[in-house]
């Protein structure tokens, strides 16, 4: 592996603020074609070419420099893709924009949208209506009727313990599932994600409802520029508050109970250590899309995305397997590829604008087969603070929102949480 490059030699230059013209998007997107909302069960041999043309070809896509390791051979996943989280450049992809079931790693989109729409103080009384529609055998965090939680509370359930219970009731406070499914698929929409059709919030099985590893990294890519979002996503566990109960002296006394997120890179298991550099995204795992996953990580100075769906390896926790390996394999051939795509900014922002035909590396050869209360911080570093691993992620100088025009800004570096400090792998 390479030396790191000093982040103090990193690029910290702020994208314009002023709008490009939306005609610089308007022809990408009317030729475009309309995708079909059902999945496939085979890769199909015309994908979209959103981000760049090699996106679009099937098959495995990847431009392998002097001195860059080569793809992991033991990758399964139907779907995968591996980008820079900061500059949007895609290092490679596997079939990246196959339109697949997303499980839970939709409620990324569903937090990008919903989450900047209420404070984290706001309280909500749950009634019986908020609950209703959940699928069969919902993933649920233990919300009750009649019990009031806070927005913060809320959004704690869906990122730990992807509780479709909590995304029900933050749906039904933003004016119902209907609503919400309308205002998600437009803001997939304003983020170019054109494989996703949205029809339900919490990304239960359903028919129809389809997404891609391409613009579930959008997801992620847009939800961590915002605070909220990117505290949530790291937290490892958690205090929820429970049922409201009376004890001995007639006093009524609200519980609470511990819940821990299910990301396993960020959270371990026992066949699953904690990722060196990881701090969130999401998981998901569903009859229909298998597990399916998106995670950020850091490490000397890079940030990367990966985001896999459906192994076909079953064995137990393979999604995260897998995307350890493909974050290995990303953080070691950072600067030795030569980048197939990349990851678009929004319609109408300061940027680089759709690309859907054109990449950087369109030329290049590709290689492969076609084939606050409560909350505890994310893993924290070993107590010998072994060299190397105490990597603080909060920066200075990082992202700025800029509400007018919705800039975007990007080729920055983005303040990931303070208390993102890594133990090492076992």
Known sequence: MSAPKSPAGRSLL???AALLSLSL?????????TPSTSPSATPPTRMSSVGGTRLGQPGTQVGLGAGAPVLPKDITARSWIVSDAESGEVLAAHDAHWRLPPASTLKMLFADTVLPRFPKSTPHKVAATDLA??????????IKEGQTYTVHDLWLGVFLRSGNDAVHVLSAMNGGVEQTVEDMQAHADDLQALDTHVVSPD???????VSSAYDLSLFARSGLQKKDFREYCSTVRAAFPGETTKNAKGKSVRESFEIQNTNRLLS????????????????????????????????GGKVLLVTVMNPEKKEHNEVYKEAAQLFDWGFQAAGKVTPVGELVPPKGTAGTGARTGASPSASAP??????????????????????G??????????VV???VGAAYLVNRRWPLPDLVRRRPRP
């Open 133 to 142: 529609g959940m699928g069969a055998g919902s993933s649920l965090v233990g």
């Open 389 to 398: 691993v105490g990597i603080a992620l909060g920066i200075a100088g990082g």
């Open 14 to 16: 702020v994208a314009s």
């Open 366 to 387: 590709a290689t492969g087969s076609g084939k606050d209360s409560g909350s505890a911080p994310v893993a924290a570093a070993s107590a010998d603070g072994s060299s």
């Open 268 to 299: 371990g298991d026992t066949d699953v250590p904690v990722y060196q550099g990881i701090a969130g995204v999401k998981n998901g795992n569903t009859t229909n899309a298998g597990a399916t996953f998106t995670g950020v990580a850091e490490r």
């Open 203 to 209: 990304g239960y099985d359903a028919p129809g409802q």
């Open 25 to 33: 998007t308007a022809p990408a997107a009317l030729a475009a074609p």
């Open 401 to 403: 929102v800029l509400l």
